[in-house]
């Protein structure tokens, strides 16, 4: 894999999934449910982004833990780590899928792993169908605020400014578009 359960601080914590137990339980908490998250769905990114061949030719430069293997393609290396580079006279910045600033991490990949785990831990299927978990003492909120900021900051990471305004849609009610 190419990121792991560090990559989940700061905006993107998620509880019990930093350590392997959960504190005075045999329990492992969040981690194993997004460690299959992460599992799932970056591949699934990584495909949307080069392709299947491209991703079968990329997942071949890393070791079993994550590692890149010594003297991979540049190309890769780059991707993976980021690089400077000028196009038509402008200077750009490429992070990388993973990078990080201070002691804190960062990867495109996590933001899109936590907008697909957060809204599925937010409820649960029980035989009444699908119910939202209610703790006792405490108000329930929407996930979804921190689900669309996730998901903002992972397009940004993605496409960073190649939106432009006038390829934006922005939907105001089904079926009217403004």
Do not use: C, H
């Amino acid at each position: 894999m190419i990121i792991d359960n560090s990559y989940f601080q700061g905006n993107l914590n998620i509880p019990n999934s930093q350590d392997a137990l959960t504190p005075l339980s045999d329990r492992r908490g969040n981690l194993v449910n997004l460690e299959d998250y992460i599992a799932k769905y970056e591949r699934q990114v990584m495909i949307y982004a080069l392709g299947l061949t491209l991703y079968n030719d990329f997942i071949t430069s890393f070791e079993s833990n994550g590692d890149l293997i010594p003297g991979p393609q540049l190309r890769w290396e780059n991707f993976i780590n980021g690089t400077e580079y000028t196009t038509d006279g402008v200077d750009y910045e490429w992070k990388g899928l993973r990078y990080e600033e201070g002691s804190q991490k960062y990867s495109l990949i996590a933001n899109y792993v936590y907008s697909k785990f957060l809204p599925d831990i937010s409820s649960t299927l029980g035989s009444a169908g699908v119910q939202r978990n209610n703790a006792k003492s405490s108000k329930g909120y929407s996930s979804i605020p921190r689900t669309i900021e996730a998901w903002n900051e992972f397009i940004y990471k993605y496409q960073g400014n190649a939106l432009d305004e006038d390829t934006v849609q922005i939907v105001t009610r089904p079926g009217l578009t403004g």
